[in-house]
């Protein structure tokens, strides 16, 4: 059998799962069992496919049709133009996240915190375009820590970054001059609304925290202005119907200059807030 013939088998496979996107979808999981980047799988699309091969694009087929994330079957992600592991046990990194990165990236600063880092994905890109900085990742969660230090190991941040298992800042040590998390925001009555892949085999603990899915931002409101130095900045995504709500609780904490970025469907996405000199 060629890759071909097994591409066109497993669009099909896909497709009859109720895979939205099958076709995309299956040339990843075969750029995936090929060993190949997917930039240059039409290369091999004539190649016999070997017996390995064919196992092991049968076995992320299989997978995929259960509604497992691509990036998990793969093992990877690619957010802010570099690839990081993933792992059942943290959030896959999504495009709009981009939008905080993005927000952190447009002042200098030397030092920052990320809370709830899971993979670890925001505090290593804004280490990586900020060569001067130094961070910390916090989360409760050992697993995703594990995950998030392989990241930096794979990107050679090591040296200028550590992780702390804590819940928020309860561990957390010091001043920072940015202080960024993307905290579980879906309301308790939201979640049979999500997706298969997410709802299904993303972490419940990284998704919702129960009720109305803003008590995450008010133990964050809290506890971040003693973390942060006068000055410092917070940057937080929300789910976007959330920017007034936690608008008020960062305002009833002190926080000043506070301001609401959009992502690239023009909705809500990250709230920014300044503690006052």
Request: overall charge negative.
């Amino acid at each position: 059998m060629t890759a071909a013939d097994a591409l066109r088998r497993a669009v099909g496979q896909l497709r009859d799962a109720g895979i939205e996107d099958a076709a995309r979808d299956a040339r990843l999981l075969m750029a995936h069992a090929m060993q190949v980047s997917p930039a240059r799988l039409t290369l091999h699309l004539t190649d016999d496919l070997e017996p390995e091969r064919l196992q092991r694009l049968n076995a992320a087929v299989t997978a995929r049709s259960q509604r497992q994330p691509v990036s998990q079957i793969i093992g990877q992600r690619q957010f802010w133009g570099r690839s990081f592991i993933v792992t059942p046990d943290v959030l896959d990194p999504r495009p709009e996240t981009e939008i905080l990165v993005a927000a952190a990236l447009e002042q200098p600063f030397q030092t920052v915190l990320d809370l709830g880092t899971g993979s670890g994905c925001i505090l290593l890109s804004c280490l990586a375009d900020h060569a001067a900085a130094s961070g910390t990742g916090a989360d409760i969660s050992p697993a995703a820590l594990s995950v998030a230090d392989r990241n930096a190991a794979a990107l050679g941040l090591h040296p200028r970054c550590r992780f702390v298992l804590s819940d928020w800042c309860a561990a957390v040590e010091g001043q920072f001059d940015l202080i960024v998390a993307n905290p579980p925001y879906i309301a308790a009555d939201e979640m049979p609304g999500l997706a298969p892949e997410v709802r299904l085999w993303e972490p419940t603990l990284a998704l919702s925290p129960g009720g109305d899915g803003l008590e995450a931002y008010r133990i964050i409101a809290r506890q971040v202005p003693a973390r942060l130095v006068a000055g410092g900045r917070l940057l937080v995504e929300i789910g976007p119907t959330q920017a007034a709500k936690v608008v008020q609780l960062f305002a009833d904490q002190g926080l000043t200059q506070i301001q609401i970025r959009r992502d690239y469907d023009g909705r809500d996405r990250v709230v920014q807030a300044i503690k006052p000199d």
